[in-house]
């Protein structure tokens, strides 16, 4: 079974800083990431990582997010940098595995990222 934790979220001014961290357990992942949805929108990509660490960011977070896994601990880190008001979501961890030619993704619960300005 698949288990999926974020934790790290909170609320911090603008132009701070804060570190999501995931734990994901149940499967080796070929990619994770963080994606995240503000009120009335879409959720949206913030940044993947594969177990061979290729990373993909939104150009939204591009210089200010960083995203790192420990593929032996199947934990991933989003450090978000001069964070502003519109970095304001809920934060949500993916985990992608391939299992017998078919794609799962499974899902944490998200946390709340507060920026005030």
């Known amino acids: 079974q698949v288990h999926v934790v974020e934790s790290g979220g909170g609320l911090v001014q603008a132009g701070g800083s804060l570190r999501l961290s995931c734990a994901a357990s149940?499967?080796?992942?070929?990619?994770m990431g963080w994606y995240r949805q503000a009120p009335g929108k879409q959720r949206e990509l913030v940044a993947t990582?594969?177990?061979?660490?290729?990373?993909n960011y939104a150009d939204s977070v591009k210089g200010r997010f960083t995203i790192s896994r420990d593929n032996a601990k199947n934990t991933v880190t989003l450090q978000m940098n001069s964070l502003k008001p519109e970095d304001t979501a809920v934060y949500y961890c993916?985990?992608?595995?391939?299992?017998?030619?078919?794609?799962?993704?499974?899902w944490g619960q998200g946390t709340q990222v507060t920026v005030s300005s």
């Open positions: 149940g499967s080796i992942f070929s990619a």
């Open positions: 990582i594969t177990s061979g660490e290729s990373t």
């Open positions: 993916n985990a992608g595995v391939w299992f017998r030619g078919n794609w799962y993704e499974y």
